[in-house]
């Protein structure tokens, strides 16, 4: 194929943030969240030239190692090439290293950008492609499914390679977030998972993974018991000993709390009527948002 052509207009893409996990569901399960990262990418004659505001505005790379502009050009390498030059400027409203999917965040806003720049996008990098490409590029399929796809996802990996479905979670289930002060990087997080668990432990999260799917699309009385985990919660508890004494208060409560992605954050699913009760059980050192579930996933967004 002859390499592309790229528009001249910038795209602006609006990416949510999304919790991995859910309990019972490590590295396949995900649902997007209301609260979004907002990037605009325009193709340029030459150089780079990064604005980020917000998250991360102090401390990240603004470089070809900026994970967005490393996503987009593996996106246009992998559609026939790149364009000469790119101005990027982020909005950058998830947080980092908290276990609400920025880093999956940034690797589809990059994807997802690059193929809006590049004539003929659909075609040469098609969803399929586009979720192997950030599954890739982010280590594991379930931020980068939820994100791209929104709603409530399930994501795994067979010969082809990563593949998802999509589903709504019943509209009666609201999610609420506590974010602690300090990161813990999704590597460190994984590094502290024994590489071998018992019989006993997978088949427990088996039948609590396959009753989530009722419970998040049909029966979220059901959450509570279906958001218990024996895979990764426990072993990754010392390094977030606040976040798992939080998960035990809300659940001592009757509330389904898990960690959210590799954590620190905490996610509590629950009922409307149940969400102030949620909210006035973590302490000052919470940043505690309700938040909607994002039903649409990564979009291009029309310039203001
Ligand atoms: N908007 C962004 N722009 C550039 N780099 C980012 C952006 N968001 C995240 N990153 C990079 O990803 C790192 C965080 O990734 P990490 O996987 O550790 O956490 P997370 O994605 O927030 O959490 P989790 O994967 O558990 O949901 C940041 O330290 C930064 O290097
Ligand atoms: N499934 C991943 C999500 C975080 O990126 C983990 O728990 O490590």
């Known amino acids: 194929m002859a390499g592309p052509a790229f528009r001249a207009a910038p795209v602006r893409v609006r990416i949510p943030a999304t919790s ?12 997007a969240l209301g609260l979004y990262d907002d990037v605009a990418i325009r193709v340029a004659d030459e150089g780079l030239s990064i604005d ?53 965040a940034a690797i589809c806003a990059g994807v997802i950008a690059a193929r809006a ?3 003929g996008g659909a075609e040469r990098l098609d969803d399929e492609a586009a979720l192997a490409l950030a599954t890739e590029l982010e280590g594991h399929p379930d931020n980068v499914a939820a994100c791209l796809l929104g709603g ?6 067979d010969e082809d390679g990563p593949r998802a479905v999509r589903s709504s979670p019943d509209r009666g289930i609201s999610p609420v ?13 994984r590094g502290l998972l024994p590489a071998k668990v018992t019989h006993r432990d997978a088949s427990a999260n088996a039948a609590r993974a ?24 426990t072993y990754r508890a010392p390094a977030m000993p606040a976040s798992a004494e939080l998960i035990d208060k809300l659940r001592a409560q009757g509330m389904a709390a898990v960690v959210s992605g590799a954590g620190p954050t905490v996610l509590a699913l629950v009922t ?13 050192d919470w940043v505690v948002r309700q938040l909607d579930v994002d039903g649409a996933g990564a979009s291009v967004m029309p310039l203001a």
């Open 20 to 31: 991995a996990n859910l309990g019972p569901g490590f590295d396949a399960f995900g649902l």
């Open 52 to 104: 980020i505001a917000g998250e991360g505005a102090d401390d990240l790379s603004r470089d070809e190692n900026h994970l967005v502009v490393r996503a987009a050009h593996a996106a246009f390498e992998a559609m026939g090439g790149r364009p000469p030059g790119l101005d990027v400027v982020c909005a950058n409203r998830i947080p980092h290293g908290r276990g609400l999917g920025s880093s999956a």
């Open 117 to 119: 720049l590049t004539i």
């Open 152 to 157: 409530f996802t399930i994501a795994w990996t």
């Open 177 to 189: 977030v506590f974010v602690p002060s300090t990161p813990l990087s999704t590597e460190v997080a």
């Open 210 to 233: 396959a009753l989530l799917v009722t419970a998040l699309t049909t029966r979220p009385d059901l959450l509570f018991a279906a958001t218990e985990d024996r895979l990764h919660q």
């Open 272 to 284: 409307p009527d149940r969400v102030d009760e949620a909210i006035g059980t973590a302490g000052p």
